[in-house]
């Protein structure tokens, strides 16, 4: 129905950049809210960045200053912008997004399958 696909992980050394990828495809009337969420190896998932369909932001106090999300409307992209990585980012990165898929029906969250991040010398 929508599917969620991210690019753009692997491997980088600590002080490097790495720009994610997500796009939404599918049965899409509207898309709202989208995200990243990120999960460490033992630890819960966690927010990482949000970002409304009118551009509203918010982050994680861990990585403000440092990563940048954006998304391309007509592109139903989102982007993260990493910078400054260090090695407690990483983690397996996961899109979400708020889809409506018809004007008669209320949204839903969809996750994406996950990219590996992994910062490291």
């Known amino acids: 129905q929508v599917q969620l696909v991210e690019s753009g992980g692997g491997l980088v050394q600590p002080g490097g950049s790495l720009r994610l990828s997500c796009a939404a495809s599918?049965?899409?009337?509207?898309?709202?809210?989208m995200g990243w969420y990120r999960q460490a190896p033992g630890k819960e998932r966690e927010l990482v960045a949000r970002?409304?369909?009118?551009?509203?932001?918010n982050y994680a106090d861990s990585v403000k200053g440092r990563f940048t999300i954006s998304r391309d409307n007509a592109k139903n992209t989102v982007y993260l912008q990493m910078n400054s990585l260090t090695p407690e980012d990483t983690a397996v990165y996961y899109c979400?997004?708020?889809?409506?898929?018809?004007?008669?029906?209320?949204?839903?969250?969809?996750w994406g399958q996950g990219t590996q991040v992994t910062v490291s010398s």
């Open positions: 979400n997004a708020d889809v409506r898929t018809s004007y008669i029906t209320t949204s839903s969250y969809y």
């Open positions: 599918g049965t899409i009337w509207h898309v709202n809210d």
């Open positions: 970002i409304t369909g009118g551009g509203s932001t």
